[in-house]
């Protein structure tokens, strides 16, 4: 006989279908919600976090036992407006926990211990995992996705991460850097660098012929994320063989629908 | 008596106590020469590589035998110009070899080996040096002083090296960099990171509310050298890790006369 499940029931079975998640970093506010194995997903800028509560009220409406589990920088910073203006409970979960515990989740099947994990969001924190429970942040960097949109806002003004990628893939960066080529006339042979290889990033736009400097926006967007690429390929490769990992794995924002990046990352490592 | 030289005596010794060196790189075109003991420098921008021409040429009048000695990828690239405009002779030096016995040169006395020499022109390169002679470039980066100058021209306006430097001395990050504090609203201490740190550097120039961003020239400048000089102290630490080596060394263009560089160099190492 088929089990009719009475109102009490019902309710506990919801709530145990029922997750929230949040990720309030430097720029994004990003929350994920899990119903009955349903995965829904919404991102807010952290700077209209007002946004962001105004939906996650929505969300957790008739669901006064529901706990948000948050993590982040923000989730500290902003617990106070999360304790007054949710009517649920509200966990902040340690970062790199999440990030780890997440990052072996969604790897679970195919993950090989030890791996350096590259968090690229606003910043950058480079964590060398030894396994779900043993993990230690080894270094980070401040030239991050932060900065490319930073950057890009000064250069191009444009700052929509969308938008950058769209311009940036119509973009060069022959203009802009100063090549290997363009100061030893050829490859740099004795030191094994190409003559297409960026000596100086942003190079170009320094002297004195360039002055204003006339560079495209899409050229200048394209050689800022080629420096940043670069530079976080450089840091990791470094930390890898520091730490004598083979592996890399990417993770964060800037990483997310950011086909040029993983392109350019496969060229450099 | 009295030794009288004899006139060809005369030009042998003044041959013998008349060297010229000179250092093509991507931005500056260094000459030094020395002339009975007596050292003189001048710098001329690579761009304008024809009044740095016109200058060599009057040094070595009437000495055809003297030889330029050559560095910098600009040697290579420039080698037919000076082959047919010095009337004498040219010969090109290895630029890892002339930067580390420069440096060896320089710090005989104290210098303890293995040391990490770090040379920050336009672009960077970082050589491990266990010895005058033996030597090897482990590693460099794009992000070097081409990077600041480019950047700032692009940023403030202005690519002069002086005039950047002094602007920079009176800005501030604050404005521009997303702080651990800006997003963590304290200490993000179970990572050690104080809340003064830069979590991303230019990341306020992106959020919305600073679009069109407002940042004052010597803020963005500030910003810059603090980018840069932040990234090459974590490369050159980690490679001095990497290697096992506890010395390092600054040399190139972007160190002379820098001040504040020096100044954030000694806080973070």
Same mark, same amino acid.
């Given at each position: 006989m088929k089990h009719t499940p009475s109102e009490s029931e019902s309710i506990d079975n919801e709530r145990k279908h029922h997750f929230i998640g949040i990720d309030i970093g430097g720029s994004l506010f990003k929350i994920s919600e899990c119903r009955n194995c349903q995965w829904n997903h919404k991102i807010f800028s952290t700077e209209r976090y007002d946004d962001a509560l105004i939906f996650l009220k929505q969300l957790v409406a008739h669901d006064a036992e529901l706990t948000i589990s948050a993590t982040g920088g923000g989730s500290y910073r902003l617990s106070r407006e999360m304790d007054n203006y949710l009517p649920c409970n509200y966990q902040i979960i340690d970062e790199m926990e999440a990030l780890v515990l997440g990052a072996v989740a969604l790897h679970d099947s195919e993950m090989e211990y030890p791996f350096i994990l590259m968090n690229i969001g606003s910043g950058v924190s480079i964590v060398k995992v030894e396994s779900a429970e043993v993990y230690r942040r080894v270094s980070g960097t401040s030239l991050g996705g932060g900065t490319f949109r930073g950057m890009a806002a000064l =250069? @191009?003004? /444009?700052?929509d991460f969308k938008e950058l990628l769209e311009l940036a893939a119509r973009g060069s960066s022959q203009g802009v850097d100063l090549l290997v080529g363009d100061i030893y #006339? *050829?490859?740099? %042979?004795n030191c094994g =660098? !190409? &003559?297409? /290889?960026? @000596? %100086? *990033?942003?190079? !170009? &736009? #320094?002297l004195s012929s360039s002055i204003p400097p006339n560079c495209k926006p899409e050229d200048l967007v394209y050689s800022l994320m080629l420096m940043i690429c670069n530079n976080l390929a450089h840091i990791s490769f470094l930390n890898s063989q520091l730490h004598n990992v083979q592996r890399i794995l990417l993770a964060g924002g800037f990483v997310d629908g950011n086909g040029m990046y993983i392109q350019m990352w496969l060229i450099l490592i």
């Open positions: =250069l @191009a003004g /444009v700052s #006339g *050829s490859d740099y %042979s =660098l !190409k &003559a297409t /290889v960026p @000596a %100086s *990033s942003f190079g !170009k &736009a #320094g």
